[in-house]
């Protein structure tokens, strides 16, 4: 028996777009460089190297939730011309799985069921055998990966003739 659960979904591991942040201290005798965020020059005494160019360590930020991207973890991420955190990288453009029922992709931001390892959409989760939906905290049963409700569960057991197994 598992009881349902429902969490914003896991990111990803694999094929994120990420990139190193370097902090670099300024060398007084050198030419200061141009900031890839505002254009004017770097006179600070560090400044930060990311997609091979200069940025004032406050220029290289989040283009959504404009935190300082030299600070949460020297890396950052794009895609389509943004500079983004992880986690806002994530949010929007992640990917969760396969539903486990439908096949399709689920994209990060979408909440998702958790069955043991299978993912599954909101919609997509329901008994396989009479539809019926489940809420947070309601019992469901996983049999050769078919969602099922206690109804339908124990029926089947009743019809293969062995004991309900409880797991
Ligand atoms: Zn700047
Ligand atoms: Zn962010
Ligand atoms: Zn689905
Ligand atoms: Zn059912």
Known sequence: MVFLGADASQ????????????MLSVQPDTKPKGCAGCNRKIKDRYLLKALDKYWHEDCLKCACCDCRLGEVGS???????????????LRL???TGNCAACSKLIPAFEMVMR???NVYHLDCFACQLCNQRFCVGDKFFLKN???LCQTDYEEGLMKEGYAPQVR
């Open 11 to 22: 990111p990803m591991q694999k094929r994120e777009k990420s990139f190193g942040i370097q």
């Open 75 to 89: 890396t950052l991420y794009t895609k389509a011309n943004l500079i983004l955190c992880r986690r806002d990288y």
């Open 93 to 95: 453009f992640g990917v």
């Open 115 to 117: 069955a043991k390892e």
């Open 145 to 147: 990966n078919m969602i």
